[in-house]
Structures are given as structure tokens and as C-alpha cells.
């Protein structure tokens, strides 16, 4: 049974844990991906080559460390310095994201005890911050790192779901984009979306090892989604800041907006996400979407 919910904010322990296999799967996720000619190195051809992608070997000569020292950075075993990550993550491409996702997980996963300190982070969302959601007039919520949705608006209860009136476990973005046949509908890059909605809960697992609610989230969504258990696969790290959206609304029709994430100062984790017109078109449907609806906020 679910607990009821504090009045004010809560903290989570600060005190982190990860497995040092972590580093080693999405490092060699991140090998597969590329042959050695990509990285100026010579092709082996045939059935010489019995691996996918770079060798270990392949990624310490093009990263200028020894073979050794690759290996421990992939197992876990040492803390690399911040040149050598720089290095591991120029011979494999990765992106701004997956590079600090990488300087993270090799800061968490080394040592005796693999444990780091984080900040402690916010898990209620506070009241001042409900108003002033209410107040803002365009759709908007508020997101812990789970994608938990903690606040919103009438006009994104109109927009997307009716928050409300879902079990509080269901109100979760990732879990409404994987499994909820509305939201499957309503964005017109579903797969897209799906593809950044994981890579985000990825980047969420190495920042937020400690959280047993994440992984709970996750095992649920490998048993219930196949999508989410494929696109997992991949590995791919992504951190929600800005972008634009197209979405396809059963009663207004397309609407293409800008969305921007606000961190909220003073409570680490949570997340404001705003959504505006793109063009005049979608702010009048916006503005018919919100008189239509009359959906009371939280």
C-alpha cells in the first residue's frame, strides 16, 4: 500500500550506489556502435573480427591510454581522470549528454565502496510552486527526475491527460508515453518522444542511483511495454532541456508549441516544464482548448 503523501517536501538520502557494471554496459553499448575504420583504425575483415563494434584494445589506442587502464575504466576498478573521459568519449562519439552521463558513472561506479555523495533532493512538490503553475496560463507541470508529475495546470490537464483522475502510481510521464494509447496518439513523433523519454530515465539512474522508486518504475515499464524494453536497449542517454512538439489534440486538431525546462531553485530534482505556440494558429487553439476545458488543477 502507498503511503499518503507529506504535507511538505520530503528529502531522499544522499548517499549513493551503483553497480560497477553499469560503466562497463553502456561503455560497451557504446563500442558496438562503431567500426575501427571510424575512428581511423584499420578494418579487420571477415571472419577474423569476432566481436561487433571496437575491440577494448581498439578504444584505448584511439583514446591514447594503455589497455590496462581502459579495462579498469570499463569495470569499474579506477577513477579515470577528466582528460582520459574526455578522451574515452571523443573515440566514441558520445554526445554532451552521454559524456557527462559517462564522468558521472565513472565517479559513482570506482572505489571500494562505489558510493558518492549527491545533493538531496526534493520529492513533494511545494505549494508556492502549485500556484504559481496555476497562475501561468499556458500548460505546464512539474516533474521530479522520475518523470513523476507532481503539479499541474487546467491547461495541461487539457493538453495531455487528466492527471487527476489517474491512480497516483500512473502519473508518470513515461509511463503515460509507453503505455497510455492517448499519448500514443497525441504526439506525432511518438518514437521520437519514446527514445528521449528513456534516454532521460537513463541519465536518471546514473545521477539518482540510490532511488528504489526509479527502479521500480523501470521494471514495470520492461514488464508492461515491449517499445520501452527495445528502445532500453539501446542505451542512449539524454538530458530533457528544450525542444518543439507537435501534437495531434482530438478536439483542437495540430498544435505546434516550444517546450522549456526551468530547474527550480531550492529543491533539487524538480523541474518546470513550459509549453508555448509555436505560431498564432496554435495559440488560438490553445486559448480554445483552455475555455473548453474546465478541469480543476491540483
Not at 117 to 130: A, Q
Not at 173 to 193: G, I, N
Request: glycine share 8%; net charge positive.
Amino acid at each position: 500500500m502507498r503511503r499518503p503523501a507529506a504535507s511538505g517536501p520530503r528529502t531522499v538520502g544522499c548517499v549513493s550506489q551503483i553497480p560497477r557494471s553499469e560503466i562497463g554496459e553502456f561503455l560497451r553499448s557504446r563500442r558496438a556502435a562503431l567500426r575501427p575504420g571510424d575512428v581511423g583504425l584499420p578494418e579487420v575483415q571477415g571472419s577474423l573480427r569476432r566481436v561487433p563494434g571496437l575491440r577494448r584494445e581498439e578504444v584505448a589506442i584511439a583514446a591514447g591510454v594503455s589497455v590496462d587502464h581502459y579495462q579498469r575504466v570499463e569495470q569499474g576498478r579506477v577513477t579515470p581522470s577528466s582528460s582520459v573521459v574526455r578522451a574515452i568519449g571523443a573515440v566514441l562519439r558520445l554526445t554532451d549528454d552521454e559524456l557527462a552521463h559517462l564522468a558521472h558513472l565513472a565517479r559513482v561506479g570506482s572505489g571500494p565502496t562505489g558510493q558518492v555523495v549527491g545533493p538531496r533532493r526534493t520529492e513533494v512538490s511545494p505549494p508556492h510552486l502549485r500556484h504559481l503553475v496555476d497562475a501561468l496560463g499556458l500548460p505546464a507541470y512539474v516533474l521530479n527526475a522520475r518523470r513523476d508529475v507532481l503539479a499541474w495546470n487546467r491547461e495541461a490537464a487539457a493538453l495531455f491527460v487528466d492527471f487527476a483522475a489517474l491512480p497516483r502510481e500512473c502519473r508518470n510521464l513515461a509511463w503515460l508515453v509507453f503505455t497510455d494509447s492517448r499519448l500514443r496518439e497525441l504526439y506525432a513523433d511518438w518514437h521520437d518522444t519514446a527514445r528521449r523519454v528513456a534516454g532521460v530515465l537513463r541519465w536518471a539512474e546514473g545521477e539518482h542511483p540510490d532511488d528504489d522508486e526509479l527502479r521500480a518504475l523501470l521494471r514495470r515499464l520492461e514488464a508492461a511495454s515491449p517499445d520501452f524494453r527495445s528502445i532500453r536497449a539501446l542505451r542512449e542517454v539524454a538530458r530533457k532541456c528544450w525542444g518543439t512538439k507537435v501534437l495531434r489534440h482530438p478536439v483542437v486538431g495540430q498544435l505546434e508549441l516550444i517546450y522549456q525546462d526551468f530547474a527550480v531553485t531550492g529543491h533539487p530534482g524538480l523541474e518546470l516544464v513550459l509549453f508555448v505556440p509555436q505560431d498564432e494558429p496554435t495559440a488560438e487553439r490553445l486559448r480554445v482548448l483552455g475555455s473548453w476545458s474546465a478541469a480543476p488543477s491540483t
